[in-house]
């Protein structure tokens, strides 16, 4: 019994010097989420673990994206089926555009019958992005997600962090599976954001047919947005099936997550191929402390480098 117990400490001692010796930087953007306190801590390489595929990586630096590391370009993308009641919420997001920091760059694209329409580049002057901003005048139903990930794979890379917010209703309907519940389009969107490091916020905003649509599909659609928003490190809002009354309080709990995002660099496991995206979890150590982080991420595989570009790079 203690040969074999000798043995499997030898066998889980030169599996982790293995792990250890051929291992390659990757990266991951984590956003500190709701914190029950005054204000939120800066986090340390002390406050966080992180795994690859369930096993323990070498955290090396965790990076504040604040100060001289704050650049930001986001990108406002409006599905113009979501043309119910617009009212005060394009004033209220006219108003979150000229309330970002002279670090963002916001840029405007619309989706026109499933099709992506880019507006504005991310830019810093407001004015443009302002007249660039208009309120949707309804479309085809058509998948969101396909316009998504146009906008991101066309994204040019620069040294800013990226990101979408999204307001939809979510709705992919050429879904298929039990209750629609299997989205090609969405699944697409989210592997090309995790590619890229773009962190994407959703806001629903229905149709202005809603009162008569399927109930079962609008839920699916919140579904599809939610699972495209938590798998690409967001988050989704909505509140039932119809409008919300105002969209500011969503858009200040964004700001509040942009002002508050930390580039964590780590020693991880070659994938078996370049650029493979692999599952990453973060912990954080601090009780009561959510973090929103992306559920896979770019991986280098033997003797490769990661495929992405620095979120904020150092001096």
């Not at 309330?99 to 507006?119: C, E, N, R, W």
């Not at 794979?153 to 979510?170: D, E, F, H, P, Y």
Request: charged letters at 20%; a neutral charge.
């Amino acid at each position: 019994m203690r040969k074999i117990a000798g043995f499997l400490w030898l066998f889980a001692a030169c599996s982790q010097a293995v792990w250890s010796q051929s291992s390659v930087p990757a990266r991951i953007i984590v956003t500190t989420g709701h914190y029950y306190a005054q204000e939120g801590p800066v986090l340390t390489k002390d406050d966080l673990s992180v795994t690859q595929e369930s096993r323990p990586v070498t955290l090396t630096d965790v990076i504040p994206l604040r100060g001289d590391r704050a650049g930001l370009e986001l990108f406002i993308l409006v599905d113009n089926c979501s043309s119910c009641e617009v009212g005060q919420k394009y004033e209220e997001l006219r108003k979150f555009i000229t309330s970002q920091p002279p670090t963002t760059s916001v840029g405007v694209a619309y989706i026109q019958d499933g099709k992506l329409q880019i507006a504005e580049h991310p830019t810093l002057d407001r004015e443009r992005v302002i007249k660039a901003l208009s309120p949707p005048g309804g479309s085809q139903l058509s998948s969101p997600y396909n316009a998504l990930t146009d906008l991101v794979k066309g994204w040019k890379q620069s040294s800013s962090r990226r990101a979408v917010l999204m307001i939809t209703a979510g709705l992919d309907p050429a879904a298929t599976g039990p209750q629609w519940s299997r989205s090609e389009s969405a699944e697409a969107a989210i592997e090309a954001a995790q590619r890229a490091e773009v962190t994407v916020y959703v806001i629903y905003h229905p149709a202005a047919d809603y009162a008569t649509a399927d109930y079962t599909r609008m839920y699916v659609g919140q579904l599809q947005m939610s699972h495209v928003a938590l798998e690409a490190g967001g988050e989704a809002y909505f509140l039932g099936f119809g409008p919300a009354p105002s969209i500011a309080p969503f858009l200040a709990d964004i700001n509040q997550h942009l002002a508050n995002q930390y580039l964590l660099e780590f020693l991880a496991n070659p994938g078996r191929s370049p650029g493979e995206l692999q599952d990453v979890e973060v912990k954080s150590k601090i009780p009561g402390l959510y973090l929103m982080v992306p559920y896979k991420t770019v991986i280098a595989g033997n003797g490769g480098k990661n495929q992405t570009k620095a979120a904020s790079p150092r001096p």
